[in-house]
């Protein structure tokens, strides 16, 4: 018995640090910073906060790209969308920079100075308040550009960056792309207001039919044709558009005389008797 007992406690213990490993993991998503729109809480639009619910299925996925430009630079670009790159740092950073050669990082842009806004087909993100340059761009703080831009059926790709405007002496920036199927529009529907308008008629009609034949056999008790809902009225319905056609159809006036003169039971049942008369016995 001694045996079965600790592998019992042993694969208790299993289960409980996995769970508590689950809990921690959770509890650290959960704690992680978001995206915040510049200026107060009341000034963020609407359209905005559509914007970064939209961009929120890309929160939890992690972005590299590596640039190497002769032996003087050999950066890796490190991003996220609205989450921290490193939450254990604190410091915001959304798009960080890491040298290859000794290994220093540089904030390119923060989450905490976001702004967001789209087109048609894609969406652009912006981080501000980077750390600043050093001998570029006049000093200013460095912000990352991210254009996002439509691929159906991609959930995030092609992640990369196209160029570093630093040569001027204000609004330097990083340019940056990639795709996802976030920025797209949403597909239109295919059908006509009239299918729409025709589907809805015929599922209504649907429902009354079945509707009204569980009623009818069911809580009436009804057999036969008088399941059939309203029954009597649609007899009438249909006798009274028999009568209508007829009416409006008819080709020549309603009193003139037939055609042709029907043959009658009376003059069949004695024309019967006198051809039977000559094969009786005599």
């Not at 990369?160 to 792309?177: A, H, T």
């Not at 034949?213 to 069911?218: T, V």
Request: charged content about 25%.
């Amino acid at each position: 018995m001694g045996l079965p007992m600790s592998s019992l406690c042993h694969t208790s213990a299993v289960l409980v640090f996995f769970m508590a490993l689950a809990v921690g993991v959770g509890a650290q998503q959960s704690n992680e910073r978001s995206c915040d729109v510049i200026g107060d809480e009341s000034s963020e639009s609407q359209m905005e906060r559509a914007l970064l619910k939209k961009l929120e299925p890309l929160s939890q996925m992690r972005f590299n790209v590596t640039v190497e430009k002769g032996k003087t630079e050999n950066y890796v670009y490190h991003f996220r969308v609205c989450r921290e790159v490193n939450s254990t740092s604190h410091d915001f950073g959304g798009l960080v920079q890491t040298d290859r050669q000794n290994g220093k990082t540089t904030v390119i842009g923060r989450i905490n100075e976001t702004q967001v806004f789209n087109g048609s087909d894609w969406i652009m993100l912006i981080y501000k308040g980077g750390d600043s340059y050093g001998r570029h761009c006049s000093g200013e703080k460095r912000r990352a550009v991210i254009m996002i831009s439509c691929k159906r059926g991609v959930t995030a790709s092609s992640f990369s960056i196209i160029s570093e405007e630093r040569e001027k002496e204000q609004e330097c920036f990083y340019l940056f792309e990639m795709d996802s199927n976030v920025a797209c529009p949403a597909e239109d529907s295919h059908l006509s207001v009239g299918s729409i308008l025709l589907i809805t008629f015929a599922s209504l009609i649907a429902v009354y039919i079945i509707g009204g034949f569980l009623y009818q056999r069911l809580v009436v008790g009804a057999k036969g044709m008088e399941q059939f809902p309203h029954f009597a009225f649609w007899q009438d319905l249909g006798n009274l558009v028999a009568d209508g056609c007829d009416f409006v159809c008819r080709s020549k006036p309603r009193n003139a005389p037939a055609a042709y003169r029907g043959v009658g039971d009376d003059q069949l049942g004695e024309e019967s008797e006198e051809r039977d008369d000559h094969l009786l016995p005599m």
